[in-house]
């Protein structure tokens, strides 16, 4: 069981560069959003879907663009990376929203210098 | 808006009993709990809806007081494997104007010694 799948582990990258983290899902889920850690802040959700086709902002969506072309993958995009965009980027997934459980990926180390 | 988590940290001895609360000032619909180990994905505990629950596995257990819109997670008799940070994620009511994910609590760290 494969369940979410995040693409790559760890980038670095300069700033100003751009890159796509994929995220992918075998559960058939309806819903997933992007959230990113950071020390003491907790996980923020940074942009969400409620269905292929849909995307919709969260709490901290600046800085980042999302697609939602095929139900199971949901990429998360930095056109011009900033040092504050140095995180841990976490995907999820859920069959519904509202009470049900979300289920998260492994996570994406990402440092720009 | 971020639920409130309390404490900040506990360090227990092997086989104290732990309470986390969580606190939200808006009308929720779930809680949701979550253990995260350092370096690894947040693990899925529970979930507790509206309308008042107490949901409990092996040694942790958890309640949701929906008129204080106030839970709480109960660890009792810690293993070492409890040791984490805990987080509580909560979804507001979608009859208030549609569901957006979970918004996450700061943590609390949980420290277990022998």
């Known amino acids: 069981n494969a369940g979410v799948t995040q693409t790559p582990k760890f980038r670095v990258l300069k700033t100003g560069q751009s890159m796509t983290l994929l995220c992918a899902q075998d559960m058939n889920h309806e819903y997933m959003y992007w959230y990113r850690q950071d020390p003491g802040m907790g996980l923020r959700l940074i942009h969400y879907s409620v269905g292929e086709g849909t995307t919709a902002k969260g709490e901290v969506p600046d800085g980042y663009n999302v697609s939602r072309l095929k139900k199971q993958n949901f990429l998360l995009g930095l056109e011009s990376a900033a040092p504050s965009q140095t995180s841990v980027y976490f995907c999820?997934?859920?069959?519904?929203?509202?009470?049900?459980?979300?289920?998260f990926g492994e996570g994406s180390w990402l440092t720009v210098v | 808006q971020q639920p409130v988590q309390s404490p900040q940290a506990v360090i227990l001895r092997e086989g104290e009993d732990a309470v986390i609360n969580c606190s939200s000032s808006k009308a929720l619909y779930s809680v949701h709990w979550y253990r995260q180990k350092h370096g690894e994905a947040p693990v899925f505990l529970m979930i507790?809806?509206?309308?008042?629950e107490q949901k409990g596995h092996d040694k942790i257990s958890a309640s949701f007081n929906e008129k204080k819109q106030q839970s709480s997670l109960y660890l009792t008799a810690s293993q070492l494997s409890y040791s984490g940070t805990y987080f509580c994620g909560t979804e507001r009511d979608p009859s208030g104007g549609g569901a957006d994910g979970l918004t996450f609590g700061k943590g609390t760290h949980l420290i277990i010694q022998p």
């Open positions: 999820a997934s859920s069959l519904m929203v509202s009470g049900n459980t979300i289920y």
């Open positions: 507790l809806l509206k309308g008042g």
